[in-house]
């Protein structure tokens, strides 16, 4: 797959030398301090920022696989656990760990409750979990991993789970019932009072997602804005994650896995007595855990504190006001459903929304694409106070440039390097049933799309969902491989 094999140096590169091929690698990496950037990152600031690195760089080396050699990132995660669990209405009684994100804290309940299953339902031979079609991905990569059916079932009309249908979708295997707050592809918070009491009927578990919104939805209803309930204190909620790296404004590498008591997080712990090399325990999936995560993360909730946050929170639901109601005042497009918070999907009922992502893309715009419907996702967070009114106007630009190709702008040359990426490796496993098709939606020398627009078209058109995934596998691969433009 690749033309090239790279070796380590024989002779160590200079200091000087190395940083300078770093900068240079990331010419072309999104530009997520001028607020270009949605969900990928989070930026509360210089001050939270220079905080966090400095945490960060003084537990740099220090490992939290080992509490009793660490006490002080003991100390970190246990108060860390505590004051999210306080938050989120399970002081005096919530049980938990830090992990590495958000998917490792979803992995960690979908196996909490196989285990939990195990022994209190033995009878249970193939564990099912029931989810709207809205929840994250890292639920099927858990159900993967750890062999629980996931069996999704459609959102409504407004992009919130239908608890009816998921009501009839659990049967006598099922062991947890999901629900996100909010979920991130239209930013809806499901019903989680009427998912929990289903569980809670059946006898079984229901895990909240709050990755995004765990750090950002209790500060929202105390700013007076109407939040569902979606936590600890709604009974029949078993266990919540929450990620600090998005609305906590920690360092990446931040998140909580939250259980209703000590007793349901006993089911993540692992423990082994019989290797040699000693006994082995490991609360959560990985083995060494970065202390410079977990000592960031209590730094910045420390440094913020609920004042910190409220003020946060504030300023990110004016600006996503801002945003919402320019988007919903510009002709063709609008909000998707009704969010609570500061995630958002715009569809347009018009144009094409792909070619108007690409004409946002070719202004400097990170904006993720979506599908089932079309749309463009938004994570509006405190980076973003500054940028509403510009990116309102790029976006009023790119409505009319998707109409008139005259206007168009080629898009910046990365975006373009990873949209012809990826058609390259089509005519070898797909092209061929789909040749004219493929030609008429292209364009652009070789034939290969220069715009995502063009390639999601293609995508369409494929005959099916299976080729879709060996494609996109085929680019995952190419990603994790060294490529042509590599030095
Ligand atoms: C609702 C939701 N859950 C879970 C995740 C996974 O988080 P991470 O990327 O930190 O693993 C995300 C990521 O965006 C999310 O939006």
């Given at each position: 797959m690749t033309d090239k094999l790279i070796s380590l140096p024989k002779h160590g590169l200079s200091r000087p030398d190395i940083l300078a091929k770093m900068d240079a690698a990331r010419t072309?990496?999104?530009?997520w301090r001028q607020g270009?950037?949605?969900?990928l990152v989070f930026d509360a600031g210089d001050e939270v920022n220079d905080l966090a690195k400095a945490a960060y760089i003084t537990f740099?080396?220090?490992?939290?696989?080992n509490p009793t050699a660490f006490p002080s990132l003991r100390r970190f995660e246990t108060e860390v656990v505590a004051m999210v669990g306080a938050l989120l209405g399970g002081a005096g009684h919530s049980a938990g760990n830090m992990t590495t994100g958000g998917t490792e804290s979803i992995l960690m309940a979908v196996l909490a409750a196989r285990e939990w299953a195990r022994a209190?339902?033995?009878?249970?031979?193939h564990p099912e979990m029931v989810l709207p079609s809205?929840?994250?991905p890292a639920f099927d990569k858990a159900a993967h991993y750890f062999g629980v059916k996931a069996v999704r079932v459609p959102v409504d009309g407004d992009f919130r789970a239908d608890v009816e249908a998921m009501r009839r979708a659990?049967?006598?295997?099922?062991?947890l019932v999901v629900g996100s707050a909010?979920?991130?592809?239209?930013g809806a918070v499901d019903p989680i009072p009427e998912l929990a009491s289903l569980a809670q009927q059946r006898g079984i578990l229901c895990h909240v997602?709050?990755?995004?919104?765990?750090?950002?939805l209790p500060f929202v209803r105390r700013l007076g804005y109407p939040v569902p309930l979606f936590d600890?204190?709604?009974?029949?909620?078993t266990s919540l994650s929450v990620d600090l790296?998005?609305?906590?404004?920690?360092?990446?590498?931040a998140s909580v896995i939250l259980y209703r008591n000590a007793a349901l997080r006993r089911h993540q712990l692992f423990a082994t007595t019989d290797w040699p090399g000693g006994i082995y325990v490991s609360p959560?999936?990985?083995g060494t855990r970065p202390g410079g995560a977990i000592a960031a993360a209590w730094a910045v909730l420390n440094f913020l504190g609920e004042e910190g946050y409220l003020r946060i929170a504030r300023t990110v639901m004016q600006t996503t006001a801002r945003m919402r109601d320019g988007i919903n005042a510009l002709d063709g497009l609008r909000v998707l459903g009704?969010?609570?918070?500061s995630v958002l999907a715009i569809a347009s009922d018009k144009d094409n929304i792909y070619e108007i992502g690409d004409e946002m893309s070719a202004r400097g715009w990170h904006l993720d694409r979506q599908q089932f419907p079309p749309s463009l996702h938004l994570t509006v967070n405190y980076a973003h106070r500054t940028v509403a009114d510009r990116f309102l106007l790029d976006l009023a630009q790119s409505v009319l440039a998707a109409r008139q190709p005259s206007l168009r702008r080629s898009g910046n040359e990365f975006a373009v390097k990873a949209t012809r990426t990826a058609a390259r490796?089509?005519?070898?496993?797909l092209l061929s049933r789909m040749t004219g098709r493929a030609s008429a939606l292209f364009g652009g020398d070789e034939g290969l799309p220069q715009r995502s627009a063009a390639m999601y078209g293609m995508m369409g058109a494929l005959p099916n969902r299976g080729d879709l995934r060996e494609l996109v596998l085929d680019l995952l691969e190419s990603f994790t491989t060294v490529g042509e433009g590599d030095s």
């Open positions: 072309h990496d999104v530009r270009q950037v949605f969900s740099f080396s220090e490992n939290g696989l209190e339902r033995p009878k249970i031979i809205s929840a994250h659990v049967n006598l295997d099922t062991v909010p979920s991130y592809p239209q997602d709050a990755c995004v919104g765990g750090m950002m600890f204190s709604v009974p029949g909620v790296h998005k609305y906590g404004y920690a360092a990446k590498g959560t999936m990985t009704q969010p609570p918070m490796l089509l005519p070898d496993r």
